[in-house]
């Protein structure tokens, strides 16, 4: 991915962070997978399991308003008709938003890779973090639980000796994770934790990063 093929926003935005004289060795963007992973659904499925209680709770409900009159039953009020009816509407609405969750997860994580952004100069690197986590099944469910809205651009810039340890995720296509620098947050989901570092998330050719990264890393691990 060449710089000037950026959008003109990008673009700007990517030459304003380059000191003088600072060349891109490497430029790329996270690429969401077009298929959730398997764990991605957990909110679906709970989801179908709220909207079936929902279901037979308002069936029962509406059962109750239709009684007719009679001596030993109690028929609703109108404005006792329409508290309940107000206070169903937001347990409805939780049911919804599980029920599509596959599908603003998948709207959610190309937005935020779209907004991503990582470099590699000939000085350091460079992540332009838009919001877009990675797509392991810990971290989409933490965000479906704890969503995390980010209000504008996060750039953090990290010199050959701050980088640290290299985790590499690689998938078969290629395509993978380089997980490296510092702790940014800790997902927890139920009894599950996992420290979220920060990288290169979802990007197309893995090795290729890897392969720009390593020997500079090692250089400046050694004494001078």
Same mark, same amino acid.
């Given at each position: 991915?060449?710089?000037?093929?950026?959008?003109?926003?990008?673009?700007?935005?990517?030459?304003?962070?380059?000191?003088?004289?600072?060349?891109?060795?490497?430029?790329?963007?996270?690429?969401?997978?077009?298929?959730?992973?398997?764990?991605?659904?957990?909110?679906?499925?709970?989801?179908?399991?709220?909207?079936?209680?929902?279901?037979?709770?308002?069936?029962?409900?509406?059962?109750?308003?239709?009684?007719?009159?009679?001596?030993?039953?109690?028929?609703?009020?109108? =404005? @006792?008709?329409? %508290? /309940?009816?107000?206070?169903?509407?937001?347990?409805? #609405?939780?049911?919804?938003?599980?029920?599509?969750? !596959?599908?603003?997860?998948?709207?959610?994580?190309?937005?935020?890779?779209?907004?991503?952004?990582?470099?590699?100069?000939?000085?350091?690197?460079?992540?332009?973090?838009?919001?877009?986590?990675?797509?392991?099944?810990?971290?989409?469910?933490?965000?479906?639980?704890?969503?995390?809205?980010?209000?504008?651009?996060?750039?953090?810039?990290?010199?050959?000796?701050?980088?640290?340890?290299?985790?590499?995720?690689?998938?078969?296509?290629?395509?993978?994770?380089?997980?490296? =620098? @510092?702790?940014? %947050? /800790?997902?927890?989901?139920?009894?599950?934790?996992? #420290?979220?570092?920060?990288?290169?998330?979802?990007? !197309?050719?893995?090795?290729?990063?890897?392969?720009?990264?390593?020997?500079?890393?090692?250089?400046?691990?050694?004494?001078?």
């Amino acid at each position: 991915m060449d710089v000037h093929s950026l959008p003109d926003s990008a673009r700007n935005m990517i030459m304003n962070e380059l000191a003088e004289g600072e060349s891109v060795l490497y430029l790329e963007r996270p690429r969401p997978r077009d298929k959730l992973p398997i764990f991605a659904y957990f909110p679906f499925l709970i989801g179908l399991l709220w909207s079936g209680f929902l279901t037979f709770f308002f069936s029962d409900l509406v059962s109750t308003f239709n009684q007719p009159p009679g001596e030993n039953v109690q028929v609703p009020s109108a =404005g @006792e008709r329409i %508290f /309940t009816v107000i206070f169903c509407v937001p347990f409805a #609405i939780i049911g919804i938003a599980l029920l599509t969750s !596959p599908i603003w997860i998948r709207m959610r994580l190309r937005k935020t890779a779209s907004k991503t952004f990582y470099l590699v100069t000939d000085r350091r690197v460079l992540v332009f973090d838009g919001g877009y986590r990675g797509e392991d099944a810990l971290t989409l469910v933490s965000e479906v639980l704890q969503p995390r809205f980010s209000r504008g651009i996060d750039i953090r810039s990290y010199t050959w000796n701050k980088i640290g340890s290299i985790r590499k995720i690689l998938r078969v296509d290629g395509s993978g994770d380089l997980i490296f =620098g @510092e702790p940014l %947050f /800790t997902n927890a989901v139920f009894l599950m934790r996992e #420290i979220h570092r920060d990288g290169f998330y979802s990007i !197309p050719n893995v090795a290729e990063a890897e392969k720009i990264l390593t020997p500079r890393i090692q250089a400046a691990e050694k004494p001078a």
